[in-house]
């Protein structure tokens, strides 16, 4: 079997529809499980009324919702869908599940409260609205289809907005529910993003995540490929919509993918590659809009070509936090205590740095859990500020990472110098650098008004 997962644009409206309809067709042989998100705009539209709702402004929020979610599913449901057998029931369920969203919004706006496992339950609709017409659609045109619900198969752990698949658990609802369908030679259509924990509460796992719901499944499943199909040609060499000249990359190692994704390549949520390493199954990115092309396909061995570096890559809304003080130096434990203090508060570190002095050390965060995590970490270090060991713990935001990636780096004498002699004639100061030592991954800081000059200079500066 294979895996199809199929992002916002490429169902945003009947048209869009129509082509993924015709791109399954071509794939029955292969006996596809179809994973969809929502339509573009749709979570967006979704997790703001939420949050209007919650802060007592239901009426606005019912006004975006009709407008945003309500009449664009009633359209593309009446222009794609004609068969009245089909058509009725469908309008039945799609006004039951609006009605649903409609009292959780209610809900909210009565409690005044919003909690993680509240904006999952509606976030996670966007998916069932687009998948129930994506499935009805495919039987209207007589291919043997059936709709099942995520929450029925992926089994998550509790952490409500990027919660992570509990693949033993998963694996075994999948067995029960996916499994004979596909055995029955018909094509499974579910929702991707979504899943549920071990007592039913749906979750979901993360903005962009039916990526990685596409994965999950072809790893549960042993799919022998899983297609991304998506609105741009494939992975390229940098976010096309910085560097309108970039690229399509043709082949990709698992880790080149991985680091791009975990470095801001949109097409790819983060965690889109980990579940099919494991069990080597290749990933490709394909685009709905030019089927006929060969995307990008991600492997364990892709071919070597002479590119050292593949792609650069950015991740904006960033913050830089530096720990300083001369009475570092020496005492043992500091970045480690620093570190458990960030993972206590639930904060992702993007890149560290320390200086060999040890005199600081700098980490790199979203800009949102800045405030958080200083104050995290002045409660670690209260004695050591006492005792001007720490002199100063600050952030600095607005600062993005760049990253240059591609496994021909590693060993290559002279990327780093091209890398930062680009940055020098373009006049970009550097703020922090960083590079693991597998060499796949340079990373550096710059400030925001200078990422998308320092993307533009490097892709020029390697011909990408
Ligand atoms: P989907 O809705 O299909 O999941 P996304 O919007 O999540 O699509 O991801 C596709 C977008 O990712 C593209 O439109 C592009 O602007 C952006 N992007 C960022 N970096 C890259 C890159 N290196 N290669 C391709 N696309 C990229
Ligand atoms: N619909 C979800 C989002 O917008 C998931 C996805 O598109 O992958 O984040
Ligand atoms: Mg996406």
Request: proline content about 4%; charged content about 20%.
């Amino acid at each position: 079997m294979i895996v199809m997962k199929f992002g916002g644009t490429s169902v945003q409206d009947a048209n869009a529809m129509q082509r993924v309809l015709s791109i399954v067709k071509s794939r029955i042989p292969k006996k596809p499980l179809v994973v969809v998100s929502a339509m573009s705009g749709v979570t967006d539209a979704l997790i703001h009324c939420a949050e209007t709702s919650h802060l007592g402004r239901e009426d606005a929020a019912l006004e975006r919702f009709e407008k945003e979610v309500y009449v664009p599913h009633r359209r593309v449901l009446q222009e794609l869908i004609q068969e009245s057998q089909l058509r009725e029931p469908l309008m039945k369920t799609m006004e039951e599940n609006f009605r649903e969203v409609r009292t959780l919004f209610h809900g909210l706006s009565i409690l005044g409260e919003l909690t993680p496992r509240s904006l999952d339950a509606i976030a996670s609709y966007g998916e069932r609205f687009c998948s129930l017409i994506l499935a009805a659609s495919l039987l209207e045109h007589g291919i043997q289809t059936h709709w099942i619900n995520a929450c029925d198969f992926l089994i998550t752990d509790d952490q409500h907005t990027k919660a992570n698949p509990l693949m033993d658990l998963s694996l075994a609802k999948a067995r029960e529910t996916v499994v004979p369908v596909l055995e029955q030679n018909e094509v499974v259509v579910t929702q991707g993003f979504v899943g549920s924990n071990r007592i039913g509460q749906t979750t979901t796992l993360g903005r962009g995540g039916s990526d990685f719901s596409a994965t999950i499944l072809g790893a549960l499943l042993d799919a022998e490929e899983i297609e991304i199909w998506t609105d741009v040609p494939g992975v390229m060499t940098a976010d096309p919509r910085v560097v309108p000249e970039a690229s399509t990359i043709s082949e990709l190692s698992y880790t080149e993918a991985a680091e791009l994704s975990y470095f801001g390549a949109k097409v790819l949520h983060p965690k889109t590659i980990w579940p099919a390493v494991e069990k080597k199954i290749p990933i490709r990115i394909l685009d709905t809009f030019h089927p006929e092309n060969s995307g990008t396909r991600v492997l364990e061995n892709p071919r070597i070509n002479d590119h050292p570096v593949k792609a650069v890559t950015s991740i904006r809304n960033l913050s830089i936090l530096t720990v300083e003080g001369r009475g570092m130096l020496g005492v043992p434990g500091v970045a480690a205590r620093a570190f458990t203090a960030v993972a206590k508060e639930k904060v992702n570190l993007l890149m560290i740095t320390q200086s060999s002095s040890e005199q600081n050390i700098c980490f790199v965060i979203e800009q949102k859990a800045a405030n958080s995590t200083i104050h995290a970490l002045e409660d670690e270090f209260e004695i050591e500020i006492a005792r001007h060991q720490i002199d100063t713990i600050r952030s600095q935001d607005k600062v993005v990472i760049i990253a240059v990636v591609g496994a021909g780096m590693k060993g290559t004498p002279g990327i780093a110098a091209k890398v930062f002699g680009a940055l020098g004639h373009a006049g970009i100061n550097v703020i922090s650098i960083a590079q693991g030592s597998s060499e796949y991954n340079l990373s550096f800081v710059v400030h925001e008004k200078d990422g998308d000059d320092a993307v533009r200079s490097i892709h020029r500066e390697f011909q990408l």
